[in-house]
Protein backbone atom coordinates (compact mmCIF):
# COMPACT_ATOMS: atom_id res chain seq x y z
CA UNK A 1 0.00 0.00 0.00
CA UNK A 2 1.46 3.11 -1.03
CA UNK A 3 0.49 6.75 -0.61
CA UNK A 4 2.72 9.71 -2.12
CA UNK A 5 0.56 12.59 -0.62
CA UNK A 6 -0.02 10.96 3.09
CA UNK A 7 2.05 12.65 6.00
CA UNK A 8 2.05 11.20 9.04
CA UNK A 9 2.90 12.62 12.21
CA UNK A 10 3.27 10.98 15.81
CA UNK A 11 2.95 13.06 19.19
CA UNK A 12 5.05 11.64 22.02
CA UNK A 13 2.77 9.72 23.20
CA UNK A 14 1.99 7.93 19.68
CA UNK A 15 6.31 7.50 18.20
CA UNK A 16 5.93 2.88 18.47
CA UNK A 17 2.37 2.60 16.97
CA UNK A 18 2.57 5.43 14.52
CA UNK A 19 5.80 3.51 13.36
CA UNK A 20 3.59 0.04 13.17
CA UNK A 21 1.52 2.29 11.21
CA UNK A 22 3.63 3.38 8.55
CA UNK A 23 4.92 -0.17 8.78
CA UNK A 24 1.64 -1.35 7.45
CA UNK A 25 0.97 0.98 4.81
CA UNK A 26 4.62 1.72 3.18
CA UNK A 27 5.29 4.89 4.15
CA UNK A 28 7.55 7.32 5.58
CA UNK A 29 7.14 8.75 9.27
CA UNK A 30 7.58 12.09 9.42
CA UNK A 31 9.90 14.33 11.09
CA UNK A 32 9.33 16.27 13.64
CA UNK A 33 10.13 16.60 18.05
CA UNK A 34 8.19 17.70 21.22
CA UNK A 35 10.08 18.80 23.78
CA UNK A 36 9.53 19.81 28.02
CA UNK A 37 10.70 22.50 29.27
CA UNK A 38 11.84 22.63 32.59
CA UNK A 39 8.91 24.41 34.09
CA UNK A 40 6.38 22.06 32.52
CA UNK A 41 5.76 24.05 28.86
CA UNK A 42 5.39 21.69 25.87
CA UNK A 43 6.89 23.04 22.66
CA UNK A 44 6.48 20.95 18.97
CA UNK A 45 7.95 21.89 15.90
CA UNK A 46 7.05 20.16 12.55
CA UNK A 47 10.56 18.89 10.86
CA UNK A 48 10.00 19.16 6.76
CA UNK A 49 7.24 21.09 4.57
CA UNK A 50 3.26 20.05 5.00
CA UNK A 51 1.94 23.13 2.96
CA UNK A 52 -1.19 21.19 0.80
CA UNK A 53 -0.47 17.99 2.52
CA UNK A 54 -3.28 15.81 4.47
CA UNK A 55 -1.82 15.46 7.72
CA UNK A 56 -2.27 12.46 10.30
CA UNK A 57 -1.54 12.88 13.92
CA UNK A 58 -0.84 10.02 15.66
CA UNK A 59 -1.20 10.38 19.47
CA UNK A 60 -3.08 8.94 22.17
CA UNK A 61 -4.47 10.64 25.57
CA UNK A 62 -3.05 7.79 28.09
CA UNK A 63 -0.98 7.71 30.67
CA UNK A 64 -0.37 11.24 31.48
CA UNK A 65 -3.93 13.04 29.58
CA UNK A 66 -3.11 16.48 30.19
CA UNK A 67 0.22 16.30 29.08
CA UNK A 68 -0.49 14.50 25.51
CA UNK A 69 -4.11 16.36 25.25
CA UNK A 70 -2.34 19.96 24.99
CA UNK A 71 0.06 18.98 22.98
CA UNK A 72 -2.20 17.66 19.86
CA UNK A 73 -3.72 21.33 20.31
CA UNK A 74 0.15 22.56 20.05
CA UNK A 75 0.25 20.17 17.04
CA UNK A 76 -3.13 21.02 15.27
CA UNK A 77 -1.85 24.07 15.56
CA UNK A 78 1.19 24.05 13.93
CA UNK A 79 -0.07 22.14 11.45
CA UNK A 80 -2.81 24.33 10.51
CA UNK A 81 -0.15 27.50 10.59
CA UNK A 82 2.44 25.79 8.30
CA UNK A 83 -0.48 25.62 5.80
CA UNK A 84 -1.69 22.01 5.76
CA UNK A 85 -4.42 21.14 3.72
CA UNK A 86 -6.54 19.07 6.53
CA UNK A 87 -5.01 17.18 9.48
CA UNK A 88 -6.63 14.42 10.97
CA UNK A 89 -6.00 13.67 14.85
CA UNK A 90 -5.43 9.96 15.49
CA UNK A 91 -6.22 9.04 19.01
CA UNK A 92 -6.31 5.03 19.54
CA UNK A 93 -7.22 5.75 23.12
CA UNK A 94 -9.17 8.94 24.01
CA UNK A 95 -8.71 8.81 27.95
CA UNK A 96 -11.08 11.97 28.93
CA UNK A 97 -13.77 10.09 26.93
CA UNK A 98 -14.95 8.60 30.04
CA UNK A 99 -15.99 12.30 30.92
CA UNK A 100 -19.25 11.95 29.02
CA UNK A 101 -21.82 13.41 31.02
CA UNK A 102 -23.15 15.37 34.00
CA UNK A 103 -24.39 13.13 36.11
CA UNK A 104 -23.74 15.01 39.85
CA UNK A 105 -24.24 18.17 40.19
CA UNK A 106 -21.51 21.21 39.36
CA UNK A 107 -19.22 19.05 37.28
CA UNK A 108 -17.49 19.11 33.75
CA UNK A 109 -18.79 17.40 30.46
CA UNK A 110 -14.72 16.41 30.34
CA UNK A 111 -15.12 14.43 26.99
CA UNK A 112 -16.93 17.42 25.02
CA UNK A 113 -14.36 20.21 27.14
CA UNK A 114 -11.85 18.15 25.02
CA UNK A 115 -13.60 17.92 21.37
CA UNK A 116 -14.29 21.07 21.46
CA UNK A 117 -10.58 22.30 21.99
CA UNK A 118 -8.91 20.18 19.25
CA UNK A 119 -11.75 21.68 16.43
CA UNK A 120 -10.98 25.12 17.42
CA UNK A 121 -7.36 24.08 17.60
CA UNK A 122 -8.24 23.36 13.91
CA UNK A 123 -8.59 19.85 13.51
CA UNK A 124 -11.01 18.52 10.84
CA UNK A 125 -11.76 15.05 11.58
CA UNK A 126 -10.96 12.32 14.50
CA UNK A 127 -10.11 9.11 14.44
CA UNK A 128 -10.57 6.85 17.36
CA UNK A 129 -11.37 3.75 18.63
CA UNK A 130 -13.59 2.27 21.32
CA UNK A 131 -14.90 5.53 23.06
CA UNK A 132 -16.21 5.01 26.08
CA UNK A 133 -19.71 5.94 24.98
CA UNK A 134 -21.07 6.02 21.02
CA UNK A 135 -22.64 9.43 21.75
CA UNK A 136 -19.36 11.16 22.39
CA UNK A 137 -18.66 11.32 18.57
CA UNK A 138 -21.44 13.96 18.69
CA UNK A 139 -19.33 16.43 21.08
CA UNK A 140 -17.57 16.75 17.99
CA UNK A 141 -18.83 19.20 14.68
CA UNK A 142 -16.42 17.69 12.46
CA UNK A 143 -16.71 14.31 10.89
CA UNK A 144 -15.63 11.15 13.55
CA UNK A 145 -14.64 7.73 12.44
CA UNK A 146 -14.84 5.11 15.41
CA UNK A 147 -13.01 1.98 15.32
CA UNK A 148 -13.42 -1.27 16.84
CA UNK A 149 -10.78 -3.63 18.40
CA UNK A 150 -13.40 -6.81 18.49
CA UNK A 151 -13.01 -8.08 15.58
CA UNK A 152 -8.91 -8.20 15.86
CA UNK A 153 -9.33 -9.28 19.77
CA UNK A 154 -11.68 -12.00 18.58
CA UNK A 155 -9.16 -13.39 15.95
CA UNK A 156 -6.87 -12.98 18.24
CA UNK A 157 -9.17 -14.82 21.11
CA UNK A 158 -9.83 -17.78 18.98
CA UNK A 159 -6.06 -18.41 18.17
CA UNK A 160 -5.52 -19.01 21.58
CA UNK A 161 -8.16 -22.11 21.43
CA UNK A 162 -10.17 -21.57 23.94
CA UNK A 163 -12.54 -23.97 25.16
CA UNK A 164 -15.88 -23.86 26.99
CA UNK A 165 -16.20 -20.26 26.63
CA UNK A 166 -18.77 -17.70 28.59
CA UNK A 167 -18.27 -14.26 27.38
CA UNK A 168 -18.55 -11.90 30.70
CA UNK A 169 -19.54 -8.35 31.03
CA UNK A 170 -18.62 -6.90 34.12
CA UNK A 171 -21.82 -4.48 34.24
CA UNK A 172 -25.04 -3.89 32.63
CA UNK A 173 -23.43 -0.94 30.35
CA UNK A 174 -20.58 -3.05 28.31
CA UNK A 175 -23.75 -5.88 28.07
CA UNK A 176 -24.66 -5.07 24.33
CA UNK A 177 -20.56 -5.20 23.46
CA UNK A 178 -20.58 -8.36 25.11
CA UNK A 179 -23.52 -9.81 22.99
CA UNK A 180 -21.29 -8.80 20.04
CA UNK A 181 -18.00 -11.17 21.58
CA UNK A 182 -20.30 -14.09 22.58
CA UNK A 183 -21.41 -13.82 19.09
CA UNK A 184 -18.80 -13.89 17.32
CA UNK A 185 -16.89 -16.37 19.41
CA UNK A 186 -20.09 -18.69 19.23
CA UNK A 187 -19.64 -18.56 23.23
CA UNK A 188 -22.84 -18.05 25.91
CA UNK A 189 -22.87 -14.90 27.99
CA UNK A 190 -22.69 -13.88 31.64
CA UNK A 191 -23.30 -10.76 33.62
CA UNK A 192 -21.19 -8.92 36.49
CA UNK A 193 -23.80 -6.87 39.23
CA UNK A 194 -21.76 -4.14 40.44
CA UNK A 195 -21.84 -0.95 41.88
CA UNK A 196 -19.50 1.87 42.39
CA UNK A 197 -20.16 4.45 45.39
CA UNK A 198 -17.33 7.37 44.47
CA UNK A 199 -14.48 8.26 41.84
CA UNK A 200 -11.84 6.11 43.87
CA UNK A 201 -11.73 3.40 40.86
CA UNK A 202 -13.08 0.77 42.88
CA UNK A 203 -16.38 -1.01 42.20
CA UNK A 204 -18.02 -3.54 44.59
CA UNK A 205 -19.46 -6.78 42.77
CA UNK A 206 -22.56 -8.10 43.72
CA UNK A 207 -23.51 -10.79 41.94
CA UNK A 208 -22.96 -12.77 38.60
CA UNK A 209 -26.06 -13.53 36.51
CA UNK A 210 -25.26 -16.61 34.26
CA UNK A 211 -23.96 -19.82 34.34
CA UNK A 212 -19.83 -19.83 34.83
CA UNK A 213 -19.67 -23.02 36.75
CA UNK A 214 -16.62 -25.75 34.70
CA UNK A 215 -16.30 -22.76 31.92
CA UNK A 216 -13.21 -20.96 31.05
CA UNK A 217 -14.67 -17.01 31.46
CA UNK A 218 -13.76 -14.64 29.46
CA UNK A 219 -13.91 -10.98 31.28
CA UNK A 220 -14.71 -8.45 28.42
CA UNK A 221 -13.92 -4.53 28.64
CA UNK A 222 -13.14 -1.12 26.99
CA UNK A 223 -10.44 -0.05 29.75
CA UNK A 224 -8.95 -0.84 32.96
CA UNK A 225 -7.37 1.81 35.14
CA UNK A 226 -6.97 0.10 38.76
CA UNK A 227 -7.91 -2.90 37.79
CA UNK A 228 -10.74 -3.02 40.56
CA UNK A 229 -13.08 -4.25 38.70
CA UNK A 230 -11.55 -7.32 37.02
CA UNK A 231 -10.04 -8.69 39.96
CA UNK A 232 -12.98 -8.22 41.77
CA UNK A 233 -14.83 -10.21 39.18
CA UNK A 234 -12.86 -12.46 38.80
CA UNK A 235 -13.12 -13.60 42.50
CA UNK A 236 -16.44 -13.50 42.01
CA UNK A 237 -16.04 -16.58 39.07
CA UNK A 238 -13.63 -18.50 40.64
CA UNK A 239 -16.63 -18.42 43.63
CA UNK A 240 -18.92 -19.33 40.98
CA UNK A 241 -17.49 -22.27 39.69
CA UNK A 242 -14.93 -20.90 36.65
CA UNK A 243 -12.49 -23.07 35.85
CA UNK A 244 -10.24 -20.39 34.25
CA UNK A 245 -9.90 -16.73 34.11
CA UNK A 246 -8.53 -14.56 31.11
CA UNK A 247 -9.62 -10.94 30.07
CA UNK A 248 -9.88 -8.77 26.78
CA UNK A 249 -10.18 -5.44 26.72
CA UNK A 250 -9.81 -2.50 24.37
CA UNK A 251 -7.36 -0.27 25.81
CA UNK A 252 -4.82 -0.99 28.91
CA UNK A 253 -4.39 1.91 30.66
CA UNK A 254 -3.26 0.14 33.82
CA UNK A 255 -1.32 2.24 36.84
CA UNK A 256 1.70 0.33 38.08
CA UNK A 257 -0.38 -0.77 41.07
CA UNK A 258 -3.09 -2.20 38.97
CA UNK A 259 -0.32 -4.54 37.08
CA UNK A 260 0.76 -5.69 40.89
CA UNK A 261 -2.48 -6.71 41.35
CA UNK A 262 -3.30 -8.14 38.15
CA UNK A 263 -0.06 -10.48 39.16
CA UNK A 264 -1.34 -11.95 42.19
CA UNK A 265 -4.88 -12.40 41.28
CA UNK A 266 -6.96 -15.66 39.35
CA UNK A 267 -6.36 -13.96 36.04
CA UNK A 268 -4.62 -16.23 33.91
CA UNK A 269 -3.77 -13.95 31.07
CA UNK A 270 -5.02 -10.18 30.03
CA UNK A 271 -5.61 -9.80 26.22
CA UNK A 272 -5.50 -6.16 25.10
CA UNK A 273 -4.12 -3.85 22.41
CA UNK A 274 -1.50 -1.26 22.12
CA UNK A 275 -3.89 1.65 21.93
CA UNK A 276 -1.91 3.16 24.87
CA UNK A 277 1.59 3.91 25.13
CA UNK A 278 2.02 2.37 28.79
CA UNK A 279 5.63 1.55 30.11
CA UNK A 280 3.78 -0.49 33.48
CA UNK A 281 2.94 -3.28 31.31
CA UNK A 282 6.22 -4.62 31.00
CA UNK A 283 6.23 -5.49 34.34
CA UNK A 284 3.54 -8.31 33.95
CA UNK A 285 3.72 -11.47 32.39
CA UNK A 286 0.33 -11.68 32.18
CA UNK A 287 -0.58 -9.12 29.34
CA UNK A 288 -0.84 -10.21 26.31
CA UNK A 289 -0.63 -7.42 23.00
CA UNK A 290 -2.11 -7.32 19.75
CA UNK A 291 -1.30 -4.80 17.92
CA UNK A 292 -4.12 -2.03 16.08
CA UNK A 293 -1.85 -0.01 14.59
CA UNK A 294 -2.29 -2.14 10.94
CA UNK A 295 -6.25 -1.54 11.62
CA UNK A 296 -6.18 2.13 11.72
CA UNK A 297 -3.20 2.31 8.95
CA UNK A 298 -6.26 0.56 7.11
CA UNK A 299 -8.83 2.84 8.25
CA UNK A 300 -6.37 5.82 7.11
CA UNK A 301 -5.74 4.61 4.03
CA UNK A 302 -9.85 4.59 2.65
CA UNK A 303 -9.92 7.80 4.63
CA UNK A 304 -7.23 9.14 1.94
CA UNK A 305 -8.57 7.34 -1.06
CA UNK A 306 -12.35 8.47 0.05
CA UNK A 307 -13.55 5.04 0.51
CA UNK A 308 -15.89 3.91 3.32
CA UNK A 309 -13.92 3.35 6.51
CA UNK A 310 -17.98 1.19 8.14
CA UNK A 311 -16.46 -2.23 6.53
CA UNK A 312 -14.01 -2.03 8.94
CA UNK A 313 -16.38 -2.24 11.60
CA UNK A 314 -17.42 -6.15 11.50
CA UNK A 315 -14.63 -7.71 9.61
CA UNK A 316 -10.85 -7.22 8.82
CA UNK A 317 -8.65 -7.76 5.84
CA UNK A 318 -6.67 -10.79 6.81
CA UNK A 319 -3.44 -8.91 6.53
CA UNK A 320 -5.02 -6.94 9.08
CA UNK A 321 -5.62 -9.65 11.42
CA UNK A 322 -2.91 -10.19 14.45
CA UNK A 323 -0.74 -13.69 13.60
CA UNK A 324 1.15 -13.76 17.17
CA UNK A 325 1.43 -11.45 20.24
CA UNK A 326 3.98 -9.06 20.59
Given amino acids: MTHNEIKIFAGSSGQTFARKMCRY????????????????NTFVRIGETV??????????????????????????DAF???SANSVTVIMPYFSYAKG????????????????ESIELAGADR?????????????????????????????????????TDLVVVSPDAGFAKQARKFANNLNASIALGDKTRHNHKEEAEMMEIIGDVQGKT????????????TLIELAKWLKI???????????????????????????????????SVDNPNLVHS????????????????????????VSPLFEKVPLDVIPTCFE
Fill in 25 to 40: MGVELGYSEALTFSDG
Fill in 51 to 76: RDKDVYLVQSIGVKPNDEFVEILFWV
Fill in 80 to 82: KRA
Fill in 100 to 115: DKKDEPRVSIRARVCA
Fill in 126 to 162: VVAMDLHSHQIQGFFKKPVDHLFALPVLCEAVKQMKL
Fill in 217 to 228: ALIVDDFSLSGG
Fill in 240 to 274: KGATRIVACLSHLAFTEAAVRKLEESPIEFVIGTD
Fill in 285 to 308: SKIRLVSVAPLFGEAIGRIHRSES
